[in-house]
């Protein structure tokens, strides 16, 4: 190593280069985090740097007051609820949000981190189960910190994330319908690849095995957490003498689509079939009749999860998971079961 390889006591890119014995342009991928360097080349020149107490310079402008939030769609109330939570605590720390549709449930597509590195927001929430490894490795990279408000599945224990207690919501909404005397109960869940799905329908097994009631297969549905979705098969379950008198609904949007097939059915709710929601969106309390639901507090989840990347504590410095408490409101749409 040379005196002229260092300037103002730091040693540069070149000479990390030189010593390494590879490509200035490969160390700057190991510094911008992409995932084209072979592992044992990126740990080589990572070291080196550590060595050298090379100090990571942010070039351009410096980041820009921006909280970014990613879903994979955008066309729901229960999006504007989360929209709503973290632009409330964005506000309070005077930022801004930014909205991203990209990709799927499960994550977002490719081309989204590229993005994301040259907007340099403050911070990014994401609506999904969980992040690449890459994504993951090249926000860290340019010291972006990410949270996850994660309905669709169990992130990794090294991604800070915010759910709710599913579990215990589809056992109180099964219990409420058990506990009025209904023993043909029915749900419709989410979709069969989603966590929060499964762990609703395991609370309603459990509420049913409570009741010392059998679970009947032909009952158990798996939608897509729309209005369509819910109507579909609602209107296949209320089709025969053999009907459930209650149906339990993975979100309140399809316990909208429920209702509308009860109303075509020439059902009536609750005398003739209880319905029970998921969600507590604002539009539950103005359908007809208004809706019993389980209140998931979308909005603290989202105040929560923006909390974690505004705090000033070093925000996303270790993983922390947040489980928030789910809880029943009772409204108009559930009765004692008729002739019970």
């Known amino acids: 190593m040379h005196d002229d390889d260092e300037v103002s006591g730091r ?3 070149a000479a990390v280069a030189k010593e390494a014995g590879v490509s200035l342009p490969t160390v700057s991928k190991v510094l911008n985090g992409r995932s084209d360097v072979s592992p044992v080349t990126r740990a080589k020149v990572e070291q080196l740097l550590k060595v050298h107490g090379y100090r990571r310079r942010h070039h351009g402008a410096p980041p820009s007051p921006l909280v970014e939030l990613v879903f994979h769609e955008l066309d729901s109330i229960w999006a504007m609820e989360i929209i709503r939570g973290v632009e409330t605590v964005a506000k309070a720390n005077k930022a801004t949000v930014v909205l991203t549709e990209s990709g799927t449930r499960h994550a977002p597509a490719p081309g989204w981190i590229e993005g ?9 929430v994401l609506v999904f189960s969980t992040l690449p490894e890459d994504v993951k490795r090249q926000l860290r990279s340019r010291s972006i910190p990410f949270v996850i408000i994660d309905p669709a599945g169990d992130p990794d224990p090294d991604v ?7 579990w215990a919501g589809g056992l109180a909404a099964t219990r409420h ?3 009025h005397r209904h023993e043909r109960v029915a749900i419709i869940t989410g979709p069969e690849d989603m966590l929060c799905s499964l762990a ?10 409570m009741a010392g009631l059998e679970t009947d297969p032909r009952l158990i549905r798996f939608g897509d957490f729309h209005v369509q979705g819910g109507f579909t098969h609602a209107m296949d379950l209320l089709d025969g003498p053999d009907r459930p008198t209650a149906i339990f609904a993975g979100s309140d949007l399809q316990a909208l689509g429920v209702l509308e097939a009860a109303r075509l059915k020439g059902l009536s709710v609750p005398e003739d079939l209880s319905v029970v929601g ?7 309390q103005w359908s007809s009749p208004p809706l019993t639901t389980v209140h998931q507090p979308l909005r603290h989840m989202a105040e929560e999860a923006a909390r974690m990347l505004l705090r000033p504590d070093d925000p996303g410095k270790a993983a922390q998971r947040i489980e928030l408490a789910t809880r029943l409101v009772v409204r108009q749409s559930t009765a004692r079961r008729r002739g019970a």
Do not use: F, I, K, Q
């Not at 998921?278 to 539950?284: E, F, G, R």
């Open 177 to 179: 319908l058990t506990g």
């Open 200 to 209: 609703r329908l395991d609370g309603y097994r459990s509420a049913m095995a």
């Open 116 to 124: 994301v590195l040259r907007r340099r927001p403050l911070g990014v």
């Open 11 to 13: 040693v540069t890119l």
């Open 278 to 284: 998921y969600d507590d969106v604002p539009l539950a």
């Open 160 to 166: 800070p994330s915010v759910g709710s207690a599913n």
